[in-house]
């Protein structure tokens, strides 16, 4: 009897792993076969990609359309795809590489809604809102008009005049995102009815946060953020005294809030620009990157030469002639293109491409390294098959690409490139060393934080229409510490002023980025056995940062992220799978210090009203002279990020554009 059992038992084990080789071999047919999924795939992506660099650099109605037509035919794969996927049964499948490459494919998103004219028209309402966003110009007077780039850029940039950046922050509110607010409305509910009809997501920003494969991500960002806030709080109150100072305490709400025109930048979300009215210890280690590179003959290919070096230096690979031949690096004069900083993998194995319209500037050269950054991880992951093809979450590849500028932009590295010939080894040039560093990094962070939590909210269903606006300031309120420095109402929609709204890209990914490039930064110098503060250490030329740094990137997207963090932080005292603040504190620690001191001397309060935003900040009806303004056609600049968004899958989804990346300018100052 015992011996029947066994043989029972024995049998019914040979033969479920008989049914679940047999299932793999037939996923693996499918993805790996002659004419598979992967090759089919790779072909459609490439077509797309070839389309949409078209597109970008050359901007016409024919290149458009031709963009638009392998669009629609990628969405139908998709579709088609993921039917096909559909037919395997996963519970008897035992190899995880290939059951997570058909959880990919069966994962559509929107796309695999079964009304084609929703589809549609969620595209053309994007389409939309990036051309009214693209074309705005807002109109000084009669005949002085601007758009954002550059004539809005520099009067943010180097303005000092309270009302004239006020007007011309009302004004391009008035000119960008009050002009689509409907078309938001409208699209947040075509998309919901898309994505809840599959069953699987509740609202849209589910789906979104699902590429993060955490269902406690959201909490695990709220718990970092909190960690975070009292540096941020520290560095605000700094800033507040230096501006009011500057500007005249009548302008400053005793809430404690700060005017959000008056940080150099459109939306508050980098400080750099008016590092000089900051500076904590005047011209102590300062240097001016772009006239050291203009007095050293610099020119664009040289500028990418020297980024190119950085990550050989590492054992890293060199880039290839094709980035040479087809990457575009300086604005073309004949034809209209984007210029936003973009790095492409064209998705043949060969061709690997930068969009730049680069001019010799120190802040270039910091985007250089980002770009190529990403680059480096599309050369590393190459070999993987087309699913995994990718960064294991959004966040990963911009924290990989800003692994470069955080040993860039040390004076060391500086130095030993030739751009400074002096270290600033004096406590008060490292502080202002710190404090250039903290205006791009530190101030991003609940700006990085609250953009979601506004959309999701949206999504939810918990911010209603009739309060969109309201609901962004309390949340600007809240957690920058800012305040508009003119009257707000639901005539406005200010979250659509910012182009990751207008576009729909998701913007959690550089928050986590902002954590996660210190998180690699730390192990990487700890693993080259770096005795120098964190903040002055500089990964250049260790092979042994370049090949903790290389297996990870090969990996690409075949594991979860929190397994490629474990492996790049493994054996460092910050080894981890999850997301920390430690080393981003551990970073601008000395600053902390010397920030806490300074405000307690001057007895400044390291706080705001964080419940509610100063009085008059919002009104139920607006009224007042309408500004002066236009609006331009609105068939502009349906970029390939807009596209990607609606066919919404985790993998080619990839936040590759540079959107809210921002030059560190204020090591172009002084």
């Known amino acids: 009897m015992k011996i029947h059992s066994v043989l029972i038992i024995v049998a019914v084990t040979t033969l479920v792993l008989d049914v679940s080789a047999l299932e793999d071999d037939r996923a693996r047919a499918y993805l790996e076969g002659f004419n598979g999924y992967n090759k089919r795939a790779e072909n459609l992506t490439h077509l797309v990609w070839l389309k949409s660099w078209a597109y970008n650099t050359n901007i016409t109605e024919y290149n458009l359309k031709q963009m638009m037509i392998v669009t629609v035919l990628r969405s139908d794969f998709n579709k088609k795809e993921a039917s096909e996927a559909a037919k395997f049964n996963l519970s008897a499948m035992t190899n995880a590489s290939l059951i997570r490459q058909i959880n990919k494919i069966l994962d559509v998103g929107i796309s695999g809604y079964n009304d084609s004219d929703v589809l549609r028209k969620i595209a053309e309402i994007e389409a939309e809102m990036i051309g009214i966003y693209s074309t705005a110009k807002w109109c000084k007077t009669p005949t002085e008009c601007h758009q954002l780039e550059p004539g809005l850029t520099e009067i943010f940039t180097n303005s000092r005049n309270y009302d004239e950046l006020r007007d011309a922050w009302k004004g391009w509110r008035d000119v960008s995102g009050k002009m689509m607010r409907s078309n938001y409305q409208e699209m ?39 960690q975070l806030a009292p540096l941020y709080d520290e560095l605000h109150a700094f800033v ?22 008056l ?25 001016n990157l772009t006239k050291a590179m203009i007095k050293q003959k610099y020119n664009v290919t040289h500028m990418f030469r020297v980024a190119e070096e950085f990550f050989v230096s590492l054992g890293l690979k060199p880039m290839p002639d094709s980035f040479w031949t087809n990457s575009q690096l300086v604005k073309a004069e004949d034809r209209e293109v984007v210029c936003g900083g973009e790095a492409v993998d064209m998705f043949n194995e060969t061709d690997f491409r930068v969009r730049m319209c680069t001019i010799v500037a120190g802040d270039y050269l910091n985007t250089i390294h980002h770009e190529m950054g990403h680059v480096q991880y599309y050369l590393e992951y190459h070999h993987q098959p087309f699913l995994f093809r990718n960064n294991p979450n959004p966040g990963f590849d911009e924290g990989v690409a800003d692994i470069a500028t955080l040993s860039f932009l040390t004076p060391e590295h500086l130095k030993l490139i030739g751009l400074i010939q002096e270290l600033p080894n004096s406590a008060e040039g490292d502080i202002n060393f710190l404090m250039q560093m903290a205006l791009e990094k530190v101030a991003f962070l609940p700006w990085g934080y609250l953009v979601d939590q506004w959309r ?64 690699f930064h730390h192990a990487l110098c700890q693993l080259m056995n770096n005795t120098r503060p964190l903040h002055r250490c500089d990964i250049y030329n260790s092979k042994t940062a370049g090949d903790r740094l290389k297996s990870v990137l090969q990996m690409g997207a075949s594991v979860h992220w929190e397994e490629a963090l474990f492996k790049l932080t493994k054996g460092t005292i910050g080894e981890t799978r999850k997301l920390s603040a430690a080393p981003i ?8 210090i010397w920030l806490k001191e300074e405000n307690r001397k001057a007895n400044e309060t390291a706080s705001w009203d964080k419940n509610n935003c100063p009085p008059g900040s919002f009104v139920t009806v607006l009224s007042g002279v309408r500004s002066l303004a236009s609006t331009g056609s609105l068939t502009m600049l349906l970029m390939a990020s807009i596209v990607l968004s609606w066919l919404a899958i985790p993998w080619l989804y990839n936040m590759r554009s540079l959107k809210g990346y921002k030059k560190l300018s204020a090591f172009n100052s002084g």
């Not at 300031?473 to 709204?501: M, N």
Request: charged share 25%; with cysteine.
């Open 188 to 226: 947040v509910t075509l998309m919901n009815r898309a994505i809840k009809a599959g069953g699987k997501y509740a609202d849209m920003g589910a789906y979104y946060r699902s590429v993060y494969e955490d269902p406690e991500f959201e909490n695990d960002v709220r718990k970092l953020f909190d």
């Open 456 to 519: 999701w909210s949206v999504f939810r269903g918990e911010t209603s229409p009739k309060n969109y606006n309201k609901a962004w300031w309390d949340l600007r309120c809240k957690y920058q510490g800012i305040s508009p420095p003119v009257a707000r109402s639901e005539q406005d929609f200010d979250p659509g002023a910012k182009t990751h709204i207008a576009d729909n890209t998701q913007y959690i990914s550089y928050f986590v980025s902002s954590l996660l490039q210190f998180q």
């Open 585 to 592: 504190l551990a970073y601008f620690e000395p600053l902390r």
């Open 263 to 287: 940080f150099g930048d459109m939306w508050a979300q980098s400080w750099s620009n008016i590092y000089d009215l900051l500076e904590p210890y005047p011209g102590k280690g300062s240097y």
């Open 240 to 261: 507040r005294r230096k501006l009011r100072t500057h500007y005249g305490g009548k302008h400053f709400p005793s809430s404690g809030h700060i005017p959000a025109h």
